[in-house]
């Protein structure tokens, strides 16, 4: 036996009916966030850190990511 059930309405009052949360407002204070620190410029301490935390192995994973970096730099 095959049942199909279609529900027509927004995306909005899906998220209503299963009763999920509106992250609307939490969503927008991310997005002030994120432009602030652009618009502030980005500091190197703030890239580096993103890179560790991407980085496996920590400090070592960095090592391996700078010598294959350092590797592949265009020669003049």
């Known amino acids: 036996m095959k049942v199909n059930i279609e529900f027509d309405c927004s995306p909005e009052e899906m998220r209503r009916l299963v009763g999920l949360p509106d992250l609307a407002p939490l969503h927008e204070r991310y997005m002030a966030a994120v432009s602030n620190s652009v618009d502030g410029?980005?500091?190197?301490?703030?890239?580096e850190a993103l890179v560790k935390s991407w980085a496996p192995m920590g400090e070592a994973g960095m090592a391996l990511w700078r010598r294959v970096m350092e590797a592949n730099k265009p020669q003049p």
Do not use: V
């Open 41 to 47: 410029g980005i500091k190197p301490e703030a890239i």
